[in-house]
Nanobody, 115 residues
Framework: QVQLVESGGGLVQAGGSLRLSCAAS????????MAWYRQAPGKQRELVAT???????TYADFVKGRFTISRDNAKNTVYLEMNSLKAEDTAVYYC?????????WGQGTQVTVSS
């Protein structure tokens, strides 16, 4: 079992920045794949960014150059640094971990960007 707890969401003006955190209940050193997803009202959940245990990162086209995913194995935490935020980035952001063949999700953190 892996528990994931997101934090760092909030209300920010367009052009601003936020850093989301995802704290895991187990050592993320053993988690091969972690990711951030988001879901806006009335829309499907979509992949934002991924990071592997080797530090390989991928990003959705709509966040490239603005968001950065990182992981701190010592703190068992994955981060999502979000810059140049736009109104369309408004969503609930979820952390996901694939561990020993099972997917685990956090409860989500709300990000609201005002235009």
């Amino acid at each position: 079992q892996v528990q994931l707890v997101e934090s760092g969401g909030g209300l920010v003006q367009a052009g601003g920045s936020l850093r989301l955190s995802c704290a895991a209940s187990v050592s993320i050193f053993s988690i091969n794949f972690m990711a951030w997803y988001r879901q806006a009202p009335g829309k499907q959940r979509e992949l934002v960014a991924t990071i592997t245990s080797a530090g390989i990162r991928t990003y959705a086209d709509f966040v490239k150059g603005r968001f950065t995913i990182s992981r701190d194995n010592a703190k068992n935490t994955v981060y999502l640094e979000m810059n140049s935020l736009k109104a369309e980035d408004t969503a609930v952001y979820y952390c996901k971990a694939n561990h020993r063949g099972y997917p685990y999700w956090g409860q989500g953190t709300q990000v609201t960007v005002s235009s």
